[in-house]
């Protein structure tokens, strides 16, 4: 039974040390008091009793030390005192200090804070019941390897069904779809447009989902012709019905149809986006009587795995009914095999790239940071160099002085930490609600183990930062340091190569750095000035879409499409208008397969595919896209004289190379029944997604007015002045012709593709941000060594000028000195930035990852950067005034 | 004249629990006393004297208490603990051990 006297003497040793410590002094200076006294005893007088007894007792610092070495806390003990002292050393420089935690806490804060974002979109198992079993299941069509689309492609209803139903690979399989619509109250008031979802009764159960009020569907709620039902997301909820439960049982109007609001969904469901309002069932507006298609793929299949099944086995099953499928339709787009990959995968397969480059980015950041401090210490670790020298040569033990530098590196990188931790929380918080379409944003927060990795890169970068210039500036040879002359001519020729090196890893992290934000920045400037295909200034547009409700004849369409172009038209400033199904740049918007009957049989299923649009006869030249062959569509070519097609330029060279498409036909076999349309005109091509190659397509007439055909339409102005400043006469148009038609945004082209590139707009902009900083730090680590050689060779500067050399002569040798580890640097950098290039291959665009423009302009500015940041130590040097450099020590 | 630090290691530790079983002692004290029973043999030095005390003191082996020394200063005596009591018996068991095994080698006609 000892410990509990151990753990008084811990208690004592940790609360009354210092009592301890004075109470360790008297014990000694008693024993000595001892020996004086027998030693004048032995008949010596008290001066020579008391130095005999000294000599007797050694040094009593050292025994002091000795014995207290035995002590509980006695490490903790010395890491305080080496704690006090670097905090010291510190203080007596602030400007130095300030700059350094500035820079650790730069560097820790941005890795911190795109830690927790990766960790938490990227890792963290989505919110459902047992995650790890979802899985996504595809269509597969083994042409699109070759035409170098996604292998992943959405799924016909009639495909899902059949797998449902026939295979049993799965616990169980559900559906959705994208939908949209209408939502206004029961009379028809305060119409907005929503973006929605369809899924399949199973769905919430399948992803083990309650809803917050309500019940979810019934299967029998989820077949053609059943009772409207809908579901609403909680946002929905909230600022549409202000919380209120009562809505549960109530109706609300969807395309003018009403619906039974059945249940909420609760606040944290936000798949498959949070945009998405509201959840109808998966049958939803499915004809009564057809069969499901199996060529209309719009479709996501989430399904459960069985315990012991694999995915692989599983999509195996599914695979080889899909074939059977396949071969059941032949010469239909139906695909051959499915895929699968788990639902976390697919959740985060568009934003899994970028934002891994940018944690690259900000590592990169975090290591040049650490390098530059590193730097900075090494040169005050110069100055103090005999002050070690000393220490060392009194018997001050080497892992003694090194971890006493370690801690002023360590005490930094506290610091930066605390307000890089900080920084972490606000950027963390500031970049999940500014970054537009980062999925799982709701799934970001900082945590334990968020902290437990920022304290891990403050203990990470305090190593990096300090252990090398500790040890450098510990391990010489003593002697050698304290016979060094106090006028040294030549400087400390390895201390100045140590700083070297560290300044060339600098700049040839920054070089890829740099270079990596180049070409995302050109990428995304492509993007964003990539010819659209047509007119964009002065472009305004709006959606809308005409309820097959009451807008249920063609010639109720045709009317509402051609009164609104009259209107508008005469409105002042308006100089052209037309409708198009969708603009350029507005999204995919459907395709279709089609068939040539003058040549049967030509190319694949999934290369006779086309966009599908329609438009009007003013589309083209509102827009300028321009007529390459034939014409336009005529006035009457409408309802019933629709037969008549326009195709694009990439169509035309795709299946008619060398010869004219005039007059020949296309049949779309999308439909059950074949229609068979004639080539009228040939215009160019238009993007349809920025970013994405421009595809085949074809434009149907919208003045046939076939409802759901052309009853979504997008009309187009060119304007004379500001377009946004139409926007209200426009709105106001609409409204006279129907007001419960729902509000869409206004939007001018430029606006359009600005809200597609907003994700890669928001990413380029960081890392570009992390480039610049991390020129500025390469800048100052330059100045830092640069400033320290000149210092270190005032006198020998001093010398040749005595001796006669040009003032020229001193600038151009202190600039090639400094440039050399800055060639060596990018020559190493640029290596690099070819290979990140190629790793970030997939987000470039418009540009490839051995771009010259790109390396050229970046490494250009680095070169002018190292070279504004060398000017001024060498100017100092070549104004030395030798009798003055000469004097200085 | 053998120094502690040729003892065979932690002997000394044995040494100050012995000299320390009858009755409290402060340093000095225990550096004498051993030194007289050892005939003058053993000297133990401050350098190893202190540090072993507090060594043993924070093992809890021993304790120490402030009083007046018979020149009237305050000096600080050490005492053992009862598990400083057990220690001693359990080294001075492994101390005979250890010298009759020593005893053995070195008396042996080989």
Request: glycine fraction near 8%; aromatic fraction near 8%.
């Amino acid at each position: 039974m000892r410990w509990p006297q151990q753990l008084r003497m811990k208690a004592l040793m940790l609360f009354r040390r210092r009592n301890a410590a004075s109470r360790l002094d008297q014990e000694l200076d008693f024993h000595l008091q001892q020996q004086v006294a027998e030693n004048v005893v032995a008949g010596m007088d008290p001066a020579e009793a008391r130095s005999a007894a000294l000599r007797l007792f050694g040094n009593p610092t050292l025994l002091r030390e000795e014995a207290q070495s035995f002590w509980s806390w006695n490490s903790l003990g010395k890491a305080w005192r080496d704690l006090r002292y670097g905090a010291r050393t510190l203080r007596r420089s602030p400007g130095f200090a300030l700059l350094a935690v500035t820079v650790m806490a730069l560097g820790i804060g941005a890795t911190t804070s795109l830690f927790t974002i990766v960790r938490s979109v990227l890792l963290t198992p989505l919110p459902f019941a047992e995650p790890n079993q979802l899985v996504m299941v595809y269509e597969h069509f083994r042409d699109q390897a070759n035409l170098g689309t996604s292998p992943y492609n959405v799924v016909a209803p009639g495909d899902f069904y059949d797998w449902r139903e026939k295979t049993n690979g799965f616990q169980d399989m559900a559906a959705w779809r994208p939908w949209g619509c209408t939502l206004a109250g029961n009379h028809a008031e305060m119409p907005e447009s929503v973006p929605a979802a369809a899924g399949s009764w199973n769905l919430l159960a399948l992803l083990g989902v309650q809803p917050a009020y309500g019940r979810p569907f019934a299967p029998e709620e989820d077949r053609p012709g059943a009772k409207n039902v809908v579901l609403l997301s909680w946002s929905l909820f909230q600022r549409r019905f202000g919380g209120n439960p009562s809505i549960v049982g109530q109706e609300v109007h969807l395309d003018t149809i009403p619906f039974t609001v059945i249940g909420v969904l609760p606040r944290w469901f936000t798949y498959p986006r949070a945009t998405v309002q509201l959840w109808v069932p998966y049958s939803a507006n499915f004809p009564v009587d057809k069969a499901p298609p199996h060529d209309m793929h719009e479709s996501y299949v989430v399904a459960r795995l069985k315990p012991g099944v694999t995915a692989q086995a599983a999509t195996q099953q599914v695979s080889a009914l899909q074939y059977r499928i396949h071969m059941e339709y032949q010469g239909r787009p139906v695909a051959e095999d499915a895929l699968s990959r788990p639902m976390i995968e697919d959740v985060v397969s568009d934003i899994k790239t970028p934002l891994l480059v940018l944690f690259g980015a900000v590592t990169c950041l975090l290591l040049i940071a650490c390098l530059n401090v590193s730097n900075l210490l090494v040169a005050r670790s110069t100055a103090r160099r005999k002050e070690v020298a000393i220490r060392g040569a009194l018997g001050g033990s080497r892992l003694t002085l090194v971890r006493e530098q370690m801690m002023e590196s360590l005490l930094i990188c506290l610091l930066g930490g605390t307000l890089g931790f900080m920084l972490a929380f606000s950027a963390t918080h500031w970049l999940a609600t500014h970054w537009r379409g980062l999925p799982r944003a709701d799934a970001i927060h900082v945590d334990g183990v968020v902290l437990g990795f920022s304290i891990a890169t403050v203990l990470f970068s305090a190593l990096l930062a300090g252990l090398v210039p500790a040890i450098s500036a510990t391990g010489t040879a003593l002697l050698a340091v304290l016979q060094d002359s106090s006028r040294a001519i030549g400087g400390s020729a390895s201390r100045a190569g140590l700083r070297k090196i560290l300044l060339t890893s600098e700049i040839a992290l920054t070089v890829v750095l740099l270079v990596g934000a180049g070409l995302l920045f050109k990428s995304f400037v492509q993007l964003r000035t990539s010819d659209l295909g047509c007119s964009t200034e002065n472009v305004l547009t709006r959606r809308y879409f005409l309820p097959e409700k009451q807008y249920n004849k063609p010639e109720m369409v045709l009317a509402f499409h051609q009164s609104l172009l009259e209107r508008v038209r005469r409105l002042p400033g308006v100089l052209a208008a037309g409708l198009v199904s969708v603009a350029p740049g507005g999204g995919y918007g459907g395709d279709f397969v089609f068939t040539i009957p003058e040549r049967p049989s030509e190319g694949s299923v999934v290369e006779r595919d086309a966009l599908y649009r329609t438009a009007d006869p003013g589309y083209f030249s509102a827009l300028q896209i321009p007529l390459l062959s034939g014409r336009y569509f005529t006035e009457q070519e409408r309802l019933d004289r629709k037969l008549f097609v326009i195709v694009s330029k990439k169509l035309a060279d795709q299946f008619f190379p060398g010869e004219s498409p005039l007059g020949k036909h296309i049949t779309r076999s999308f439909a059950d029944k074949p229609e068979t349309y004639e080539i009228i005109g040939v215009v160019g091509d238009t993007l349809h997604d920025v970013g994405d190659p421009i595809k085949a397509t074809v434009y149907f007439p919208i003045f046939s007015g076939i409802p759901d055909r052309t009853s979504s339409a997008t009309l187009v102005l060119r304007t004379s002045g500001d377009p946004l400043s139409l926007s209200i006469p426009v709105q106001k148009q609409i409204a006279a012709l129907d007001p419960t038609l729902a509000m869409h945004d206004m939007l001018t082209l430029p606006q359009i593709v600005s809200k597609a590139t907003a994700s890669q707009s928001f990413s380029t902009t960081l890392v570009l941000a992390f480039a610049i900083l991390s020129l500025l730090l390469a800048a100052v680590g330059l100045y830092g060594v640069l400033s320290y050689l000149v210092s270190q060779r005032m006198t020998e500067f001093g010398i040749r000028m005595a001796l006669g050399a040009q003032r020229w002569e001193l600038l151009r040798l202190v600039l090639v000195d400094a440039l050399r580890p800055v060639a060596t640097g990018l020559a190493l950098g640029s290596a690099g930035a070819i290979a990140a290039g190629m790793l970030i291959k997939s987000l470039l665009y418009g540009t490839h990852p051995v771009d010259p423009s790109v390396f050229a302009v970046m490494i250009g500015s680095l070169i002018l950067t190292a070279l504004l940041a060398s000017t001024a130590p060498a100017l100092r040097a070549c104004r030395i005034e030798p009798t003055q450099a000469l004097r200085m020590e | 004249m053998a120094k502690p630090n040729d003892l065979v290691q932690g002997t000394l530790d044995l040494l100050i629990l012995k000299t320390i079983s009858l009755e409290p002692k402060h340093g000095w004290a225990i550096a004498k006393r051993i030194q007289q029973i050892s005939n003058e043999v053993l000297q133990v030095q401050q350098g190893s004297l202190y540090p072993a005390l507090h060594r043993l003191e924070q093992q809890g082996w021993i304790r120490a208490k402030w009083g007046e020394s018979e020149t009237g200063r305050e000096a600080k005596f050490y005492f053992l603990t009862a598990a400083g009591r057990a220690q001693l018996e359990r080294e001075k068991e492994s101390w005979k051990r250890l010298s009759s095994a020593i005893d053995l080698v070195v008396e042996s006609a080989g």
